[in-house]
């Protein structure tokens, strides 16, 4: 059986996000998975997805941390209370900051590997700190804060 | 006469970022221009660019922040040599690291105005501090330190 992606487990009503909603036709739908204690993603970029010539663009990275960011905050709170992702209540994170520091330029063409781990998690809060390789080479690192969305922002989203 | 913004003056071969290439089909195309000592970009972001339904997708908002951060930087280079952006040597800026804070959740379906400020330029770095606004509303803040493009990088693109 195929393992299933964090994504997957986003409730339907909130997996429109154009960096990793399974339902956004138009969007990236990035998909995150466990790795021992760490989370991994592989994405690869479009032609089009360029920076300079040859290299990807920088946006697409920052999108690419901060979806796997707030992946990772979610498995990580469900891990916290020994809970399966498909178990109730559905935790679903949104990002309050989002940090990019970008070692190397990140070669176009190739599958981008990201990888993150949870550095802190503490009440509603996650911070994930993030690696992004291509052809085994850390290009870029980002750190995210993550944060629980509000139950008010999830209800006025599923009732309408 | 329709005033050039500073992506306009990007050479060509430079001139495909998916953020703000103006030769980029499937990008974003951001515009930027000079508002006195601050820099402007507006940006609309179409209705898939979402994250929970209503509101923008903060990866987007981290493209956005991007680019507006390195056209700045460009655009303060040339200034700073009282120089106008259509004579040589080229300046075209790099992100070396790019923050992100979310304040409030951006809306979706409304022009997003990004607004940005020279913090400090020094050698071939320039530090950008920037707001995203909402219907006058500042819903996040960012900052880019943008490093001006190695020679070799510029060359090998302009040679191939």
């Known amino acids: 059986m ?4 964090f994504q997957d487990y986003y409730p339907d009503e909130l997996n429109y996000c154009y960096g990793c909603g399974r339902l ?6 990035l998909k995150t998975y ?3 204690d760490e989370t ?3 994405y690869t ?3 089009y997805h360029t920076a300079i010539p040859g290299y990807v663009y920088g946006g697409l990275i920052a999108s690419l941390i901060d979806c796997h960011g707030t992946g990772t905050a979610a498995a990580a709170a469900y891990r916290a209370e020994n809970r399966e992702m498909d178990t109730e209540p559905a935790f679903r994170f949104v990002t309050a900051s989002l940090h990019v520091d ?7 063409g190739t599958p ?3 990888r993150g781990k949870v550095k802190e998690i503490k009440g509603r809060k996650v911070i994930v ?3 992004l390789s291509a052809n085994g080479k850390i290009c870029v690192r980002g750190q995210v804060i993550a944060v629980q969305m509000p139950e008010h922002m999830l209800k006025s989203n599923t009732t309408t």
Chains 1, 2 share one sequence.
């Open 40 to 42: 991994v993603s592989v």
């Open 24 to 29: 956004n036709e138009h969007g990236l739908q």
């Open 34 to 36: 466990w790795d021992g």
């Open 2 to 5: 195929e393992q299933k992606s």
């Open 112 to 114: 981008l590997e990201i």
């Open 45 to 47: 970029p479009k032609s």
């Open 129 to 131: 700190e993030t690696t």
């Open 102 to 108: 970008y070692l190397n330029p990140t070669p176009l």
